[in-house]
């Protein structure tokens, strides 16, 4: 199973989070978010990571030429989207940009995104609140690359974790202080990810 940390802020919280084996570390770009970076902040932080690590940046582009914008001025290899149809994420991927897309857990979303999207984020209520919810409504069936998000931490992981995704998403979970990543903490949501 893949891992995803997401919400980083720091570039030495970017680095520890690759060095204990995370798949994809996340930086949000979304105004009204407390943990909303500048695009050329990212891209330093996104400069400190190796090639085999998945740079994601979440974010919420009006149009196809802002989202390769973004990308390109973030560093990332792929975004993260609340935005953009299918027709446009279907631009966007022909540009070379690989595309989560985020959803809540309804059967009539997942379906709309899931031909088009590289993967389908399952979250529910405000982005990046950390807000739990009932993992098992998801409809796992409609994405083979169905990633999970949204208020998980070493307690409730289980939970998500035995749904069989393809990745599990982390941010605040991961927490002890708002916007800084505690090692042991990601150290052990990974552990229990990869065991």
């Known amino acids: 199973m893949k891992v995803k940390i997401c919400g980083i802020t720091r ?22 978010r407390s ?14 990571l190796g090639p085999m690590t998945a ?6 582009p009006a149009n196809v030429p802002e989202a390769i914008q973004m990308a390109v001025q973030s560093g990332v290899n792929v975004i993260q989207t609340y935005s953009l ?13 690989g595309v ?12 709309k995104y899931s031909a088009v999207a590289d993967a389908l984020l399952f979250e529910q209520g405000v982005p ?6 009932d993992y098992s409504r998801i409809p796992m069936d409609c994405s083979p690359r169905s990633i999970i998000a949204g208020g998980l931490n070493i307690d409730n992981m289980d939970r998500a974790k035995a749904l069989k995704p393809y990745a599990l998403d982390v941010s605040t979970g991961v927490e ?20």
């Open 176 to 195: 002890r202080f708002p916007g800084r990543k505690d090692r042991e903490l990601v150290r052990e949501f990974i552990r229990r990810c990869k065991s």
């Open 128 to 133: 990046g609140t950390g807000e739990e919810y």
């Open 11 to 32: 570039p030495e919280d970017a680095v520890m989070c690759e060095e204990l084996g995370a798949d994809a570390i996340g930086f949000i770009h979304y105004p009204g």
């Open 35 to 48: 943990r909303s970076m500048p695009l050329a902040e990212i891209d330093r932080m996104c400069e400190s």
């Open 85 to 97: 149809g299918p027709q446009e994420i279907e631009a966007l991927r022909r540009q070379g940009v």
């Open 100 to 111: 989560i897309r985020a959803v809540p857990p309804t059967r009539s979303e997942a379906i």
């Open 55 to 60: 740079k994601v940046l979440v974010c919420a």
